[in-house]
């Protein structure tokens, strides 16, 4: 069972930068990969980024790459969303999620744990 727990959201302009991190609960996250959703009102849930911790393999969405950066620390089992270069419609609920497994996958349906959720609101 992991749990996981994200911290950083909240208001920034447009152009501005915001740094997400989501903690995880497990003894060890060696095995895993992990994610960064986000949802809009009235939208569906959709991918952002995601790492695999064995390689540090990332992807990204078309929509942020280039502006948003996922890493993590293995001493602190917390990856982290570095986002940059902010524009009004990346203002969603972002997510983190896990999934126990070496591939990357698009698809939330893949991911069997889900952190609670934190705000990021980008105004124009």
């Known amino acids: 069972q992991v749990q996981l727990v994200e911290s950083g959201g909240g208001l920034v302009q447009a152009g501005g930068s915001l740094r997400l991190s989501c903690a995880a609960s497990?003894?060890?996250?060696?095995?895993?990969?992990m994610g960064w959703f986000r949802q809009a009102p009235g939208k569906a849930r959709e991918f952002v980024a995601a790492i695999k911790w064995s390689g540090g393999s990332t992807l990204y969405a078309v929509s942020v790459k280039g502006r948003f950066t996922i890493s993590g620390d293995n001493a602190k089992n917390t990856v982290y969303l570095q986002m940059d270069s902010l524009k009004p419609e990346d203002t969603a609920v972002y997510s983190c999620?896990?999934?126990?497994?070496?591939?990357?996958?698009?698809?939330?349906?893949?991911?069997?744990?889900w952190g609670q959720g934190t705000q990021v609101t980008v105004s124009s």
């Open positions: 999620a896990a999934r126990i497994g070496v591939t990357i996958y698009y698809s939330n349906s893949y991911y069997g744990y």
């Open positions: 497990a003894r060890t996250v060696s095995g895993y990969v």
